[in-house]
């Protein structure tokens, strides 16, 4: 199906990728068959080499020049009239991919609580799926921050010599314990919403809502918060980050379900890169690409030092840092740096 593009010359599509062939998961569990939502831009050239692939983070969708259109779009760093740019929906996100609301064949009911847990490999898995199925057979770069790059380095490894480049911003190669905790204060407040147990969409929407507040505080750092929600008068209550975080939980409910949310924020949290391999250095080593990870200083949720680690052990590694006060969301919001450290990468590369 072709969409209209918001550029005339620009060739988008979105489409959903049935498997029907069963996904083994990491933790014995099967998919018996599923789907992948995905969007492409631009067109693949003549010798096949123009390939983009974005991973998207924890809520997003396969709409990459939406929420990325500071760095994807025409005159953009990654210019569809140059590329060809896909993004799928990761399996367990809402947009199109298969998830707990989606039937299970075996019972022809939604699995719903049952939905299995899966890991980045399994997603990796799922993309590579719909990689051999658009047959594309080597991909130029591949990008993505936070889950996006978790799954991305899990990608890279399975990819060895079909990928050049991995450029994985705001991530790490094993989730550490801190994440962990924040994830997990975040399934009780979705836990402790009544509804939550119950066989519907909106099933622990406004436990969702705490869910999304607490995460922004990890998302941000408190100097953008003293920048942009400090209260001017003396006041005793009705404070401006109060509203902006009800607002910020409200926003994710009304476009997210607390069942995807519980399972990505699962598969964020059994991440490791060296699972089955080693360890994380081992497996950081075996990754052929180029890989360009990128830090943000103000990132207290995945440390810049988790950053730096995965520039440090893969074979060709490289560090950049976004000096931003955004916290650990700079990677979706600072546009000019990050194509300044793009265009360097890259430069590099030919000399
Ligand atoms: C269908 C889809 O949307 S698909 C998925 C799109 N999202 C993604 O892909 C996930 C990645 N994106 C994100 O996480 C975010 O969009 C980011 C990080 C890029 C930017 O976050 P934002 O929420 O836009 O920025 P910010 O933290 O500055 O908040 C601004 C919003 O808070 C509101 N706000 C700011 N201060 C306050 C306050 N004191 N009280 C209430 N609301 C406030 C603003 O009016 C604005 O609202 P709007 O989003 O309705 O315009
Ligand atoms: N803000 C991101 C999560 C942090 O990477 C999202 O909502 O997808």
Not at 315 to 343: P, V
Request: proline share 3%.
């Amino acid at each position: 199906m072709n969409l209209k593009s918001q550029y005339a010359s620009i060739t988008m599509t979105q489409d959903i990728f049935h498997s029907s062939l069963p996904l083994h998961l990491e933790s014995g569990e099967i998919l018996p068959e599923f789907d992948l939502g995905y969007t492409t831009y631009g067109q693949l050239n003549a010798d096949k080499s123009n390939v983009i692939w974005v991973i998207h983070a924890l809520t997003g969708d396969s709409n990459a020049q939406e929420w990325w259109n500071g760095l994807i779009g025409e005159d953009k760093f990654f210019d569809p009239s140059n590329h060809f740019i896909i993004c799928a929906n990761l399996l367990g996100s809402c947009y199109g991919s298969t998830q707990p609301f989606s039937e299970n064949p075996i019972t022809g009911k939604p699995y719903y609580y049952k939905f299995p847990q899966m890991t980045t490999r399994d997603l990796a898995q799922g993309l590579e799926r719909l990689r051999i199925h658009l047959k594309i057979e080597y991909i130029h770069s591949l990008i993505g921050g936070s889950l996006g790059g978790q799954v991305g380095l899990e990608w890279a490894y399975l990819l060895e010599n079909k990928l050049k480049n991995a450029i994985i911003l705001a991530s790490t190669a094993k989730t550490k314990p801190w994440v962990i905790g924040f994830n997990e204060t975040q399934r009780m407040a979705i836990e402790s919403d009544c509804t939550w147990g119950e066989f519907h969409e909106r099933a622990g929407q406004k436990g969702l809502e705490t869910a999304r507040a607490i995460a922004m505080l990890t998302y941000r750092h408190p100097l953008d918060l003293e920048t942009k929600q400090s209260d001017q008068s003396n006041k005793l209550d009705d404070f401006r980050a109060a509203s902006y975080l009800r607002y910020q939980g409200q926003k994710l409910a009304k476009r997210f379900n607390a069942l995807s949310y519980w399972t990505l924020s699962k598969t964020m949290d059994c991440h490791d890169l060296g699972r089955n391999r080693g360890g994380s250095e081992e497996a950081l080593s075996k990754i052929l690409a180029n890989v360009l990870a990128i830090g943000v200083n103000s990132d207290l949720l995945f440390l810049p030092s988790e950053s730096q680690f995965i520039s440090q052990h893969v074979s060709r590694g490289t560090y950049k840092e976004i000096s931003s006060n955004a916290g650990h969301d700079a990677f979706l919001i600072e546009f000019e740096q990050l194509s300044y450290i793009l265009k360097s990468f890259y430069l590099q590369q030919k000399n």
